[in-house]
């Protein structure tokens, strides 16, 4: 009799990255613990968040939820999060293989049971190693074990205490994914959207970069090179175009990386070259000189930029923790530099890095002078070993509203601006 | 939210390591289930060998079991106390009561032992007390009390699951093809310290795709370090036979002062100009009139990847003028445009290792405290630093670190592909041009 999960050591990890990186402690196994309702709920009860784990012939359906198990003496008023998927013992992970059920577990008639005003959705009866779902959760799961008004009859069931908390994210990343994939820039104007990104040296731009590749192809990536200490300064100014996985075709956005701004004249980014940034002149993979800007007659020089060599959008790349040491100065020089956008005419947002409360956002806002819906929050890929649903679903929605914001502005420029071929900037 | 355990990782630690690396699954605890005996139970009865742990002020208090609780039965056990980071231990037999007793008292069989939980306090015989090494003073009051499961941290399932994630790297890597097809062969280069481990992780490499530890690049404990010639390794499948899709290349180790590689080779060495046994000269670097020079080389002929070799257990004791050196390589290679990671060895020696932390390596606190200084001393991006255990003593290849060396060799390859994704267009032109004039070549 041993206490022992029955998931392969790989489909347990899988199951932990699926659920978004956790860890997983076995509390009940039926096999072992009996198969009656009290034997179930008397370990599992008060334990915080668990998957419930539920062999079928052919299948494993698990539940997850966020809040307690139910007990037997507790009626449950409040519904709270939980879903229902189908575990694939296979790396492909689509986001149709979850139901979501809004509403409250319940203990009744020696069943754990999920009802909405007289439909049961959910219910299992370990008593008889049943496992009754509604037709559309079936639908959803893609199930079609037995026949269709008939419970199912599993094997072995178990459940694990989940620590560190998924909220259904695989299912908000592959929306996200999705929609960007098939995201089209305001009545395609221009093919790809440019993206700059401008910070302290430091504030995590190359890092952002990274982690947007390392999203689309499912892997981590280290093209951008990244570091904490001074070797590891970006000194030339890249555009990134990241495909969609290995062998994909370009996505419809590219994200630009530049020098990092100092406090102190003649070092980082200089003040001059910014103008050129923003009309498209600078070209690719030029090498940056804190004391000379890029001039018109540099052998790559784009002289006659069109819409789409253009900056469509500036993201602020600003590290959390370093917000309180911005020096006056540097104040001073983002104040500069966003000025120069405003006067552009081009698409801002503020990229903040690990921000724990509100009031730094505010701090943000004011300093800046960026309204609050434009400040966008992510982690990036800096301190972890493996991709995790919870930081896509951050870099992807911080890139989802880049592109909206690129929108409003390509879809504000005056009709005579559309069709030319000269700089939109006054000069 | 989570139910969580009072445990530091290091006493967490200590406590795995003495019972014989286990792993503990939190099933029971007081301050939330109650001080109950019946709740305790109810929860934490057939659950195979469990771990009890009793929180006093200064110490902590346990009680270790390799039987099921089960009610109205004796089972051994073994009392122990963790104080700062010693444990004592006393062998005794617990009496498991009725589930329906609810006195709250659980008590050894002789009497020495006696755990109240509603005054939720422990009584211990004062001749115990005296073989723990405790201070008299009875009874010990419990702040909390929690009950673990006790799971083998490595056991038949978990080698089963490394071993077919071990045939899985290999099929990957055998068949990996390097981005676009632009060089047949990714060029890794080792650089580190003198004795970091560079020529025994190619040696593992190898051993781990011949299927049998294997020995090619010569691993000495000299000083001065025994690679003293540029090697460039193109490792043999062990099956068929077919060259496999990388090449690790090996230099002089780096070392202090005169010591070690020259400066002044490295960006030779990155940008390929460097053939196959080069002997290196500390003194002074290659000059292009060297027979072993090559003067125009291709994009295969370059390094892809460059891997930064330490030993795990010396790696924060370097000398300054070592880190200073290193630092420096680093910028070339940045300059170069080559992506780079850095690889620590020999992790299964490090202190309160077991071989059952090598295969979760990334949730292994005193693993991910060496990354953190080495990111503090280098500046490497903790995603960019791996950890191997190399083969060096034994005689038979372990799924375990087979998975190691092969996942690091897999990140390496990756950074070789975005090195290889970022090249200049001009050089894939010219690689375009080559082969189109080839063509024509073979035509005529």
């Known amino acids: 009799m041993e206490v022992t999960t029955r998931l392969t050591w790989n489909d347990e990890k899988r199951l932990q990255k699926q659920l978004g990186n956790v860890s997983l402690s076995l509390l009940y196994k039926s096999s072992v613990h009996g198969f009656g309702l009290r034997d179930m709920v008397q370990r599992c009860s008060h334990q915080g968040s668990t998957v419930t784990m539920i062999y079928l012939k052919t299948n494993i359906i698990g539940v997850f939820m966020l809040g307690n198990y139910p007990t037997l003496s507790k009626y449950f008023e409040e519904p709270h999060y939980s879903f229902c998927f189908l575990f694939r013992s296979k790396d492909n992970i689509t986001g149709t293989d979850t139901f979501l059920l809004n509403m409250a577990p319940e203990i009744a008639d020696n069943q754990l049971m999920y009802r909405l005003s007289d439909e049961t959705f959910f219910s299992l009866c370990p008593n008889n190693k049943t496992l009754y779902l509604l037709r559309s959760v079936k639908k959803k799961l893609g199930l079609f074990e037995g026949r269709t008004m008939d419970p199912f009859i599993y094997g072995e069931c178990e459940v694990f205490r989940v620590e560190e908390f998924p909220k259904g994210i695989n299912v908000h990343r592959d929306r996200l994914l999705e929609e960007l994939r098939a995201y089209k820039p305001y009545e395609d104007l221009v093919s790809k959207v440019h993206i700059l990104l401008l910070g302290p040296v430091g504030s995590g731009k190359s890092s952002f970069f990274n982690s947007v590749k390392s999203v689309f192809h499912g892997r981590v990536t280290r093209q951008a090179i990244v570091g904490s200490d001074i070797t590891s300064i970006t000194e030339q100014y890249r555009t990134y175009s990241v495909k969609d996985g290995i062998g994909g075709k370009s996505l419809p956005f590219m994200l630009c990386d530049s020098m990092g701004l100092d406090e102190t004249e003649r070092i980082g980014l200089c003040m001059d070259d910014i103008p050129h940034i923003l009309k498209g002149c600078m070209p690719d993979r030029y090498q940056f000189n804190p004391h000379k800007p890029i001039t018109p007659q540099h052998s790559a020089f784009i002289t006659s930029p069109s819409l789409k060599d253009r900056i469509h959008c500036v993201a602020y790349v600003l590290d959390i923790n370093s917000i309180n040491s911005l020096s006056s100065k540097m104040v001073a020089k983002f104040k500069q530099v966003h000025k120069e956008v405003l006067n552009c005419g081009i698409a801002h947002v503020a990229l903040l890095t690990k921000v724990k409360n509100y009031n730094e956002v505010m701090q943000i806002s004011k300093m800046l002078d960026i309204p609050i819906r434009n400040i966008l929050m992510v982690e990036n890929y800096a301190s972890e070993f493996e991709l995790d649903p919870v930081k896509d679903v951050l870099i992807l929605s911080a890139l989802k509203q880049m592109l909206r914001a690129a929108d409003d502005i390509l879809e504000d420029l005056p009709l005579a601006e559309t069709g030319k071929l000269v700089p939109f900037c006054p000069s | ?444």
């Open chain 2, 1 to 444: 939210m989570a139910l969580t355990t009072r445990l530091t990782w290091l006493q967490e630690k200590l406590l795995q390591n003495y019972f014989g690396g286990k792993k503990f699954s939190l099933l029971y605890k007081a301050s939330v289930h109650g001080f109950s005996t019946v709740e305790l139970l109810e929860r934490c009865h057939n659950e195979g060998p469990t771990m009890t742990v009793i929180y006093s002020g200064d110490y902590v208090m346990g009680v270790y079991t390799q039987e099921s609780y089960q009610e109205r039965k004796e089972v051994s056990i073994i009392l122990f106390v963790l104080q700062d980071t010693n444990i004592s231990k006393c062998k005794m037999r617990l009496l498991i009561p009725w589930k329906s007793d609810h006195s709250g008292i659980l008590q050894s069989c002789e009497g020495e032992l006696l755990i109240n939980f509603e005054r939720k306090n422990v009584k211990v015989a004062s001749k115990i007390i005296e073989n723990l090494g405790l201070p008299q003073n009875n009874p010990i009051s419990i702040q909390d009390y929690e009950v673990f499961r006790c799971e083998d941290l490595l056991d038949e399932r978990k080698i089963e699951g490394v071993t077919v994630l071990r045939d899985s790297l290999l099929c990957t890597l055998r068949t990996h093809k390097p981005y676009g097809d632009l060089v047949p062969q990714v060029r890794i280069l080792l650089l580190g310290p003198t004795g970091a481990g560079k020529s025994s992780f190619f040696n593992s490499v190898k051993s781990v795709f011949r299927g049998h530890v294997t020995c090619q690049a010569l691993v000495g404990s000299d000083t001065s370090g025994i690679s003293k010639k540029y090697r460039t390794y193109s490792i043999k499948d062990g099956r068929d036979g077919n060259f496999l899709p990388f090449i690790l290349c090996d230099t002089l180790g780096l070392g202090e002062e005169e010591e070690g590689l020259c400066i002044g080779d490295v960006s030779c060495i990155l940008k390929g100009h460097i053939s196959d046994r080069y002997q290196f000269d500390s003194m002074k670097p290659i000059t292009s009139g060297h027979q072993n020079y090559i003067g125009s080389p291709l994009v295969k002929d370059r390094i892809h990847c460059v891997a930064f070799v330490f030993d795990a257990n010396s790696v924060e004791h370097l000398s300054p003028e070592i880190v200073v050196k290193i630092k420096s390589i680093r910028r070339e290679v940045i300059k170069c445009g080559i992506v780079h990671v850095a690889l620590l060895t020999h992790v299964d020696s490090m202190d309160l290792i077991t071989k059952g932390d090598l295969i979760e390596t990334d949730r292994c606190v005193p693993i991910k405290l060496k990354l953190k200084a080495v990111q503090r001393e280098f500046g490497f991006a903790l995603s960019d630093i791996l950890v191997v255990s190399n083969y060096t003593s034994e005689w038979e290849l372990d799924p375990v670190k087979d998975v190691l060396i092969l996942s690091a060799l897999r990140q390496m390859l990756w950074a070789a592909d975005d090195f290889l994704e970022d090249l200049p267009p001009t050089e894939e032109e010219e690689r375009m041009a080559c082969v189109f004039i080839l063509k024509i070549t073979q035509g005529a």
